[in-house]
């Protein structure tokens, strides 16, 4: 593609490539923040807009071009240095076409999550510790823009009629978005990045997580088929503990994972089949929730059903599942302990379902067999707190009995001592 300015003609760079391959290890380290460098950035990208508005659909590698080309082109450039003009390109790359000063920790790997507290108040995580970045926004109309752009690419409306929106992005990644009026301090954005780790059970064990006897207890009991809920809090590690145990799955088993986001990566299984739900469409309408979807996944002759979260209605769903000739699921749950997590089940089974409480107990009591709970210490680290296996109900209320129990920094097989 050659795009015609109104100066010059737009073409190939080699310069370019190593512009888009430049990447700054350290994201709270910033570009030449002059003023000058600044309002160089902002000239270049209004003009680039301004000249690109028939063009706005080309791809990536060809909008680098254009960026090279323009800063080769600009007498004011030609005076910044190699490095600053890479810096430069990069710059206006990430402004106009990703996250713009939050780009570069979406590029680093060992970042998990990004979280945007206003203009001049940004954190995120990496190794499981929280740090505030020295990165600052212009202003809280600027980052709106920012955050606006970013998800109207996505064709995702987020404005004061819609200031809260949910995307996800091709990497799995998860963004959440709240604008004014419903942030009085300014725009919120957070970006949970999928990370893609799926430590085995092998490294589990070395990193403390789990001792050698809890694993075998919990790989038993995949492959027997029991029925296991994962809990903890957000960023617990759910979702990768239950990746971890889904190898365990027999591999001629026919398995349908149903998630919000797809986040799950089976490995070894031939016969898998992945439902992901779906958001409303910019009209409000076209929503598919995850009820629905267990409800699909039984018309696919499934063998066993893993759910990457259940919040809400659809346990009821759930729990019919696996009283109908469907053992063995792998479910996820956000709770503090293994008791809590039952009840907080109950009251969601509840909510989606007609049954008396009473039977809402007996169904939880006979579909779920074993409870595992997550936490995060302060440090970071995650362990498993407790192993629980389901004990018989007593005056409807449910029980968790413990299994194995984390004393200190070591988890211990659980011994009851009869009153």
């Known amino acids: 593609m050659k795009l015609k300015f109104r100066d010059h003609a737009v073409k190939s760079s080699d310069y370019m490539t190593q512009a888009a391959s430049s990447r700054d290890a350290n994201v709270d380290s910033p570009n030449s923040s002059s003023l000058d460098i600044d309002a160089l950035r902002q000239r270049l990208s209004l003009y680039i807009l301004q000249e690109m508005h028939e063009d706005n659909e080309i791809s990536d590698d060809a909008f680098r071009e254009v960026i090279a080309d323009v800063i080769a082109n600009d007498e004011y450039s030609k005076s910044l240095t190699l490095s600053e003009k890479r810096d430069l390109a990069a710059s206006i790359f990430n402004k106009m076409r990703r996250l713009d000063i939050l780009q570069p920790m979406m590029d680093d790997p060992g970042i998990t999550e990004i979280m945007v507290n206003g203009a001049n108040c940004i954190f995120f995580e990496k190794s499981g510790r929280l740090y505030q970045s020295s990165l600052r926004f212009k202003d809280a109309e600027y980052l709106e823009s920012v955050i606006t752009s970013f998800f109207s690419r996505a064709n995702r409306p987020l404005n004061e009629s819609s200031p809260i929106a949910d995307l996800r992005l091709p990497d799995g990644s998860r963004a959440n978005a709240v604008l004014p009026p419903v942030a009085p301090d300014g725009p919120i954005f957070t970006i949970r990045k999928f990370t893609g780790v799926r430590p085995d ?166 579909g779920i067999d074993i409870l595992v709970h997550i936490r995060r210490n302060s440090d970071g680290k995650r362990v498993i707190n407790e192993i629980c296996r389901m004990g018989p109900s007593s005056n409807d209320r449910l029980i968790a009995l413990p299994v194995f129990i984390r004393k200190e920094q070591n988890l211990e097989k659980h011994v009851a001592i009869n009153s």
């Open 201 to 366: 059970m092998e490294t589990l064990i070395r990193q403390g997580f789990i001792n050698r006897e809890a694993s075998d207890y919990l790989s038993s009991a995949v492959i027997s088929k029991k029925t296991i809920f994962i809990c903890g809090g957000t960023g617990s590690g759910k979702t990768t503990f239950l990746n971890t145990l889904s190898s365990f799955i027999p591999k001629h088993e026919r398995v349908v994972t149903i998630e919000d986001s797809a986040e799950l990566r089976l490995q070894g299984i031939d016969n898998l089949v992945r439902l992901e739900a779906r958001l409303p469409g910019p009209d409000g309408h076209g929503s598919i929730d995850i009820g629905k979807l267990i409800r699909t996944a039984l018309r696919m002759r499934p063998d066993r059903i893993i759910v990457g979260e259940v919040r809400g209605e659809e346990a009821a769903e759930m729990l019919h599942a696996l009283h109908t000739g469907h053992p063995g699921s792998l479910c996820t749950g956000h709770a503090n302990s293994c008791t809590e997590m039952l009840n907080r089940l109950a009251t969601m089974v509840m909510a989606g379902s007609s049954l008396p409480f009473d039977a809402v107990i007996r169904q939880i009591e006979m």
